[in-house]
Each structure stands twice: as structure tokens, then as C-alpha cells.
């Protein structure tokens, strides 16, 4: 199952009231569990939540955590210590507009989001 259709999946639990998330690591949890179960061992091998990636991207940062990443597990050393990151070949970033956030905050919020 493709990434477009998982997210579909979950839109649709949220619209029939059988997932409704408080924050955004519920939202989170939910499509990295419908990518685990519709994705083959070799591509679920590769999903990881809250990674870090290894390299310089356009508009990212290198040093913060993502959502979700898929890609390539990378081990390098700096300074003293071994650090885990991705080496990126999808990363998400998942948002979540709580009902009652007015127009203005969610429109500002929306304007924050970089889709890549």
C-alpha cells in the first residue's frame, strides 16, 4: 500500500469516528502502525519514527527529528559518540489542527508546513 492511500486510510477511521487523536503522536502512532501492516518486511525494516536524517537537505535540518523516515539506517561517530540517523529517501511530517483552533492560528500553521 502507497503512502497516499495509508493516510487515506487514516482520514477515513477519523471521518467514520473510530480514530479521533488528541495529539500528534497519536496521529503518528496510527500511520506508522497502517504502514507497518500494509508494507513488506523489507520497507517496514526501513520506517523510522522521530530519526534524525545524515544529510544537508534544502529546508531541513540536519540536527532536528522527523516524524517519519524512510530510508537507509546510518551508524557514524562524532566526537566520542555513535550516533543512529536516516539516510532519507521519503521523510513526513504529520500536523494536526485540533477543532476549535480558530482560522487565523490553523492558517499560520499551515503557512509553517514545508512540503518538499
Do not use: T, W
Request: charged share 30%.
Amino acid at each position: 500500500m502507497i503512502l497516499k492511500e495509508i493516510l487515506a486510510k487514516v482520514v477515513r477511521e477519523m471521518e467514520r469516528g473510530k480514530f479521533d487523536p488528541i495529539m500528534e503522536d497519536d496521529l503518528l502512532a496510527m500511520v506508522y502502525h497502517q504502514m507497518i501492516i500494509s508494507c513488506d518486511s523489507k520497507i517496514s525494516g526501513n520506517i523510522f519514527v522521530k530519526a534524525r536524517i545524515l544529510q544537508e537537505i534544502h529546508g531541513l535540518n540536519h540536527k532536528c527529528k522527523y516524524d517519519l523516515v524512510i530510508g537507509k539506517r546510518e551508524e557514524k561517530k562524532i566526537d566520542k559518540y555513535l550516533k543512529v540517523y536516516v539516510i532519507p529517501d521519503v521523510i513526513i511530517e504529520l500536523k494536526i489542527f485540533p477543532r476549535g483552533l480558530q482560522f487565523p492560528q490553523s492558517s499560520g500553521h499551515f503557512e509553517e508546513m514545508v512540503l518538499i
